[in-house]
């Protein structure tokens, strides 16, 4: 266990010393610092690959660059790169309990991790509804900020990973549907409607057509909406006119 904490330690210095230099590289246009960039991503993709020797420091491995993706949302496409270029490079363990079959791999740990965070939203928010009291109003202000961070970068992960095939187009099937709500009636809450926006955003422009159709149908369907509030029809709207531009953000 020693061992494996040093790992992760040692690991979590790399992704950020990498995420850094290739934020500087992005945000100065300089071809040196990209260089640099690159060499700190191929150290890093050596580390990751060499020292993950058990099952316990791949846990550790993913929940890493899990954790850093959807509280740094902006550097998810980057994440899900990495995550694409040491998948298929890890080993696999057989799991450690009696009676389980599956094997723990780098892709069934991610893919865990998202879909606890992506089902867990709707209880964590009741939760932090529940802290009324004016003496948790600090409390409860950072935990919905917190919450709704991880939501929404899970989300942006999912929908990088999907781009680069590591997701299937059922799981995002799945993630479109509950967010929309199956009651075509009624109209998702505000916050729903933010996330799908964002969902959309990310894997829209490779979509199957069929999803997207229906998709966009129900939001069309939705301006309509008695309930929809102002803000809410502002992001229906633009989502709508993006995919009707292609995907391509009016003037770009």
Known sequence: ???????????????????????????????????????????????????????????????LIF?????????????AQLCYDIHDKLPSFRPAKHGESEMITFNR???????TVFEGADELSEEIRKMDSPDHKAEREDKEILSNLRTLGNLRLVGELFKLRMVTQWIVQRIIKKLLGDDK???????????????LHTV???????TNDECFKRLKNLLKHPRLVLQSAFVVQYLIDLRSNNWVPTGK
């Open 109 to 115: 740990i991610l893919l865990n991790l998202c879909q």
């Open 1 to 63: 266990m020693k061992d494996a904490k040093l790992v992760s330690f040692r690991s979590a210095i790399l992704v950020q010393d990498w995420i850094t230099f290739k934020a500087w590289a992005s945000e100065e246009k300089n071809s040196i610092m990209n260089s640099l960039a690159e060499e700190k991503y191929s150290c890093l993709k050596s580390q990751l690959i060499n020292t993950c020797i058990t099952s316990d420091i791949l846990k550790d491995m993913v929940t």
């Open 204 to 210: 829209g422009k490779v979509l199957d057509r069929q």
């Open 185 to 199: 009636k009624m109209c998702p809450p505000k916050e729903k409607l933010e996330a799908v926006s964002l969902f």
């Open 67 to 79: 954790d850093k993706a959807v509280l740094e949302p902006t550097f998810c496409p980057m994440y």
